[in-house]
């Protein structure tokens, strides 16, 4: 992966992950790093499930594919967030 790749990753992984983030309600408990983590596995597994439903290459924005991340990334950071709060 070039340099290029890995810094497209973080932003798109940044974007989801802060859309996820303002998705979920109430104040979460993580930080910037792992919203960022979350938004990239999101972003990656989002693009997976998007290609098997065929919805990934549409014309225009890949809005179905966008809703797919973002709810991903929501339920991550919902997710990792409950299981900290609970330590």
């Not at 439903?53 to 997710?79: C, H, M, N, R, S």
Request: hydrophobic residues 55%.
């Amino acid at each position: 992966m070039e340099v290029s790749g890995v810094i497209s990753a973080l932003v798109i992984g940044l974007v989801i992950g802060v859309l996820g983030r303002l998705v979920v309600p109430g104040r979460q408990h993580i930080g910037v790093l792992w919203t960022i983590l979350v938004g990239i596995v999101a972003a990656l597994l989002g693009s997976a499930l998007a290609a098997g439903f065929g919805v990934a290459d549409t014309k225009g924005p890949d809005w179905i594919e966008w809703f797919i991340q973002i709810g991903l990334a929501a339920v991550g950071i919902a997710a990792l967030d409950r299981s900290r709060s609970r330590r």
